[in-house]
């Protein structure tokens, strides 16, 4: 098995502070890797990375138009939102056009993470609920997907029809049956897969074969997910920021314990990675040193260079430190 | 070089989702390595995790008794609070009887992590202030130290005679000359060290040599900080929530990017370790397998557990997953 990468380092003054490790993969729409770092079969959970191999069926059941869904709604079906009330408002009136409430989630309450959202919150004092969960949207896509089909209200089960659903499109755009699942943040399963499993599939998204349902299926959600980068997560977030620095030409994607995934629809290219120590602000950097070096994402961007340099700031704004990608990985 | 070995595993279901890799040095009071994994030459910074180090002159100088200060303030002096009001309100008396105000430090203005606290300011519409930085306690000690020493406001400064006092002290503790300084979070030098040499100053800290100010300070430090296990982190947190389950024998410190120490007066030892990655649910998870493997921690105390083995929760309290200290460490 080959080893993990060092990938991120983290200075403070002349001292090389902390490191991240990490696997990486670039496959092509036909399944093969182009370019790999550390174990390119490595067997992960890509958490949030996969919501739009989740939200497939969505639109593949006929779904999506029985209800009308919109981009705006297909961006939030595979978004990890912060809670802002322009992701709140909108996962509120999907809800209503349901005809379903918030009882009707299974998600679980969050706080949000956007500060002007949680502080209206303490202000009000109120306690956060479903709707301000990260997943909110993805689960209004089940809820969608689940009333088209009249099946159960407990839609997050691994053997709900819903979730068969999701899983069956996951292994067929991974082309690999998932090993292991895992119960995630929002209660719903998270299948298994190589980290190329992972980049087949987003070279799937970027460059589907044919003009089927699923082909179509995939253009619509990679297209409603660079149309609206601020519902997939929100201001400041990483996601948000590198997609509109990409003006729109690419799709990423970020999961929990630093998974990154990108969709290059022009280049017809899948990317994904795993920090193995699950540090996010690693899997954010590697994500746009990968774009940098595939030509999508410009290398002084004020945005590439955020996630890619730093500066580290500390309390009084002062610069402590700075990021650097590993030599070893590009 | 010794590579760093395996300390912490992150699984969920049945899949290891993510891994931590670390340094850790276990030292007598004569400065002899007892035991130690990975690369125990290591040049880490220690960060908070050496605030008692940095409280030495305080005491030494006279500042603290020609102001009276108690064990409660010797204990804030080495914490990184988390704001809640036990920690503010002491800091904000220990600032009125020095004649100073909230101006005089140079810490930065820092969010509270306790969540009441943090929801009060909101509902107040107040923003947080430098007495809500986790440091405030330390540069409280700081600008006692300087008050008593009569020199200029910019204590922070890495040449101001309190971090040169600082650092003689550290450097004195660790046995090495600090090779490498950055800016902390609170805007103050933070000197490097091996990992040995800041478990040998925990040692040192432990069972100080003779009866002279050192070894008196590096005791009244020691004792503080195992009477108010509250004032040197807060609610929840691992520092005090360990030094609760171990009945005040023990002293442990947190420092940020992943470091740990403990100070065990009774077996006259000091540990530390450095995650490599930052991961500082790994370093919490570490310090406490090594605290139960020296059988000054119960195993099944439920605060060694949480730390040790999870579980991990997600938004609906589901068991999603758990901690496993790597077979490679301990």
């Known amino acids: 098995m080959t080893q993990p990468i060092p990938m991120v380092e983290i200075w403070r003054g002349d001292l090389l502070e902390s490191q991240h490790m990490g696997h990486a993969v670039v496959c092509d729409a036909d399944g093969q890797v182009v370019e790999s770092w550390g174990d390119d079969e490595k067997v992960i959970y890509p958490r949030s990375s996969c919501k739009m191999l989740q939200a497939l069926p969505l639109i593949e059941s006929g779904a999506a138009d029985a209800y009308g869904l919109t981009p705006e709604h297909l961006a939030l079906s595979c978004a990890s939102h912060q809670g802002a009330a322009i992701h709140t408002d909108r996962v509120q009136v999907w809800l209503n056009d349901l005809g379903l409430s918030v009882s009707d989630f299974r998600c679980g309450p969050q706080k949000p993470s956007d500060k002007d959202a949680h502080e209206a919150l303490v202000r009000a004092g109120k306690e956060p609920c479903q709707i301000h969960n990260n997943c909110s949207g993805k689960h209004s896509g089940f809820l969608t997907l689940n009333k088209h089909l009249g099946t159960g209200s407990e839609y997050g089960e ?141 290398a002084n961007h004020p945005m590439a260079r955020k996630r890619m340099h730093g500066p580290i700031l500390n309390w009084n704004g002062l610069n402590t430190g700075h990021i650097r990608i590993s030599p070893a990985f590009i």
Chains 1, 2 share one sequence.
């Open 158 to 298: 691994v053997d709900h029809p819903v979730q068969r659903a999701a899983r069956a499109s996951f292994e067929e755009m991974t082309g690999e049956t998932a090993e292991f699942y895992g119960i995630d943040g929002c209660s719903a399963p998270n299948f298994s897969t190589s980290v190329t499993g992972l980049a087949r599939a987003m070279a799937r998204m970027a460059k589907p074969s044919g003009t089927g349902v699923r082909a179509q299926a995939a253009t619509r959600l990679v297209d409603a997910m660079r149309a609206h980068p601020d519902l997939v997560a929100g201001e400041g977030r990483a996601c948000t920021e590198l997609m509109r620095a990409m003006d729109g030409k690419v799709a990423i994607k970020t999961g929990a314990e630093a998974v990154f995934v990108a969709i290059l629809p022009e280049q017809g290219l899948g990317m994904a990675l795993k920090i193995v120590d699950g540090g996010t602000r690693a899997a954010e950097a590697a994500i746009a040193a990968l774009l940098v070096k595939y030509g999508v994402l410009d």
